[in-house]
């Protein structure tokens, strides 16, 4: 674990770590990790994707991939 890591070594870390952030993405898509939430990448795009969508995909597979996944 990370975060364990960290303090084991008083090493410093994102404060929005201790709001409950731990991922943090775009300002709009990011949100504190909530009791509800199945995974860590819940907290981005309200659980609906998993990217952004601003990279082009470079194979047929990614665009295939990212057509199915409505961005």
């Not at 201790?18 to 993405?25: C, K």
């Amino acid at each position: 674990d990370i975060y364990k890591y960290l303090t084991a070594h008083d090493l410093p870390y994102h404060p929005m770590f201790d709001e409950g952030y731990t991922t943090v993405g775009d300002w709009h898509s990011s949100r504190p990790l909530s009791f509800d939430d199945q995974d860590e990448r819940d907290t981005s795009f309200h659980g609906l994707k998993q990217e952004c969508g601003i990279h082009l995909p470079e194979t047929p597979g990614e665009a295939a991939s990212l057509d199915s996944s409505s961005l």
